[in-house]
């Protein structure tokens, strides 16, 4: 009955990534329906007001569909183009981060749970709960690492709820960037405040000033970045270790045919460490061979994959893109999810197929997949329930492809990792990196983060990120795009072949790639301190803006991609997204983003289509601010 269920799917999908449409047009694969075949039929143009940020539905009045500049075409209501885009951009922030804050509160809660010794995880890497103690503002005096942790797990904690006074790690940042923050009364006061105060004021007949509805979102967004994402992943770090160089392995083709395949798909490392100890257990392994396994092969898949890369070295299957055809490859045992970027129709994949799909997340249950509720408490004892789920599925296998795509990458650049690399453990500094994008060698630093995206088929975070080093460009790198150019090699030392000359000695010297993995979504905020490491060492300016450093997310697709964009642009990193925005259809919220904010937070919004027009803005803001740097003429 699943060949009937999906007997018309259009057949072998044209997208453009090779590997994709090699596994979509294998027998396995063949009258499954996935999102690539999904895109084909409903063609690529979208609701143009939905996509430029004029539709309105805050009210049962509307929705209202709204053409700035034409008088009867304002809102039921009276709210303008640029109200309206400005609410619907403040709530796209809110839900990124709320996002983001939410896996951060499961993590401060495992951590809690770990301090006090009721779940399986340690606390690993005690001189980074040691610093953090110090920015939480606790002594870390005489206190054992437990009780020490415990303090700064229930502190952390406290960052959710506050109301007032302002969030922790706002006093990481540069000071003069401070001091712009407060001028502007952004400083987020409490992780969940910011986000339920930007819901209220983009309720129908609240906040209707389109410039003070965008200084909330950057309020909220900040609460992101340096709130939520940073404690998520500086506990994450304490707790399964600070990542450093790991050599792995990314593609498909990291799937095994004589093994248990398990992939681990969503957000949170918690869960995926606990399967990860779960598949190295001897007992485990040997219920995997009496059905014929050689053993249990844990595979990523979107950002818990970058997680478990980041810190252990477990191949990365797959990016957002390729979830599903992971699926058809028909050789997954379990497909195991957790939270974000989880697609409805992994459930319906799985069913032409032995799979079976376990949610986790007593957030997130899909019709068709089985619950598995994780809980940290018994972290283990689920993780080895899940195991033995799989290794049940692993005879009644069917046909199998796995294609020999995989590519070898050195991942784990943590901001501590880059900092070391610098100098050694005695003079580790940023000064060298400094001193390299002052003398020339290095002409900036530009951050390729985000989605891949079912819309875009071309490889142009790729293309974009060639062109960026070939330019003298370092390239720091997140989340599914990190995966994406990890395919492609250039997340291998090998790949600084592909650098133009003066950055290529500098890779060579140090033995770096490129393009340097930073790990998952959360970790976005190792940018942040990553740049204002670079201001602090002196040379560069005195703010984040001052920096020859620009972001960009050229496939995004996910609300926290826009939360990202805007917390680097309130710290003042300029970004440049496409190739569509969502605040096109206004002029006036547009020219804001655009424009405005770059005389008020000294960074702005760029929009770009194809990877040559965000290479060239790229480097041309690069050079503008080498130049106001005086390091060129
Ligand atoms: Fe229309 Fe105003 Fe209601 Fe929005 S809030 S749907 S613009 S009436
Ligand atoms: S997983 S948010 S598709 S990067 Fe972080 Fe990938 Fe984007 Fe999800």
């Known amino acids: 009955d699943t060949s009937k269920r999906f007997k018309s799917n259009g057949g072998c999908p044209s997208i453009q990534c090779l590997v994709n449409r090699e596994v979509l047009c294998q027998e396995p694969a063949q009258g499954v329906t996935t999102a690539a075949h999904r895109v084909e039929k409903r063609g690529a143009t979208p609701c143009l007001f939905g996509q430029g940020g004029t ?100 502190t952390a904690l406290a960052e959710f709820g506050k109301q ?4 922790h790690f706002i006093r990481r ?20 405040r910011e986000v ?76 995926a460490e606990a ?12 219920e995997a061979k ?25 191949p990365i299957a797959g990016s957002f893109v390729q979830q599903e055809i992971a699926l058809t490859t028909g050789a997954v045992e379990a497909m ?43 972290a283990l004892e689920v993780a080895k329930d899940i195991v033995r789920r799989a290794i049940a599925r692993f005879p009644k296998r069917g046909k199998v492809y796995i294609p020999k795509a995989k590519m070898d990458v050195v991942a784990g650049f943590s901001h501590e990792t880059i900092l070391y690399i610098q100098g050694g453990r005695f003079r580790a500094s940023y000064k060298p990196l400094n001193d390299n994008i002052i003398n020339g060698r290095i002409l900036g630093v530009a951050a390729i983060v985000g989605c891949d995206n079912f819309r875009i088929q071309d490889e142009v975070h790729v293309e974009l990120a060639k062109e960026l080093i070939a330019n003298n460009v370092l390239v720091l790198t997140t989340g599914c795009a990190a995966t994406g150019l990890g395919r492609a090699g250039l997340l291998s030392p090998e790949a600084a072949e592909l650098a133009g000359e003066g950055l290529r000695e500098v890779l060579e010297a140090v033995g770096c790639p490129p393009v340097l993995h930073m790990g998952s979504c959360v970790d976005n905020s190792r940018i942040l301190i990553a740049a204002t490491e670079m201001v602090r060492t002196g040379g560069l300016g005195e703010d984040i803006s001052d920096l020859p450093a620009i972001g960009c997310a050229p496939q995004w ?77």
């Open 55 to 154: 539709c309105c539905r805050n009210c049962n009045m509307g929705p209202c569909q709204i053409i700035e500049g034409v008088e009867e075409m304002i809102g039921i209501c009276g709210a303008t183009a640029s109200t309206v885009a400005a609410r619907n951009f403040a709530r796209i922030v809110a839900a990124g981060t709320a996002s983001h804050s939410d896996h951060a509160r499961e993590t401060v809660l495992a951590f809690i749970a770990t301090a006090k010794g009721e779940t399986p995880y340690e606390i690993k890497d005690t001189l980074k709960l040691r610093r953090m103690a110090a920015w939480l503002g606790i002594d870390p005096a005489e206190k054992d690492i437990q009780q020490l942790a415990l303090e700064v797990g229930e």
């Open 164 to 167: 007032e006074g302002s969030l």
């Open 173 to 192: 940042a540069p000071q003069k960037r401070q001091e712009i923050w407060q001028e502007l009364g952004v400083v987020p006061r409490g992780i969940d």
């Open 196 to 271: 339920v105060e930007t819901m209220h004021r983009t309720h129908m007949g609240v906040d209707q000033d389109f410039r003070h509805i965008f200084r909330q979102a950057a309020r909220c967004a900040l609460a992101d970045g340096w709130g939520g994402s940073m404690l998520a992943t500086e506990l994450q770090d304490i707790m399964f270790g600070t990542p450093v160089p790991i050599r792995t392995v990314v593609n498909l083709g990291v799937l095994k045919e004589d093994m248990v395949n398990i992939t681990v798909h969503g957000h949170e490392p918690v869960l």
């Open 275 to 286: 399967l990860a100890m779960a598949a190295q257990d001897p007992e485990i392994i040997a």
């Open 290 to 314: 009496k059905v014929g396994a050689k053993g249990i092969n844990l595979a990523g898949i979107c950002c818990t994959g970058n997680e478990i890369l980041m810190r252990r070295g477990i």
């Open 336 to 378: 195991v999810v957790d939270v974000q970027c989880v697609m409805q129709s992994l459930p319906e994949i799985a069913r032409c197929f032995h799979t079976e799909v376990i949610t986790t997340s007593d957030r997130a249950e899909i019709v068709g997949a089985t619950h598995v509720p994780f809980d940290h408490h018994r």
């Open 557 to 633: 697709m996910s609300e926290k991609a826009i939360a990202i964009g805007q917390y680097f642009v309130a710290s003042g990193a300029s970004v440049v997204f496409g190739p569509t925005f969502p605040t096109t259809k206004s002029q006036e919220a547009t020219d804001h983003l655009f424009k405005e904010m770059e005389e008020i937070y000294g960074a702005r919004w760029f929009l770009a289509k194809e990877a040559k027009d965000f290479a060239s803005i790229m480097i041309d803001q690069i050079r503008q601010k080498r130049k106001a740097l005086g390091l060129d003429k």
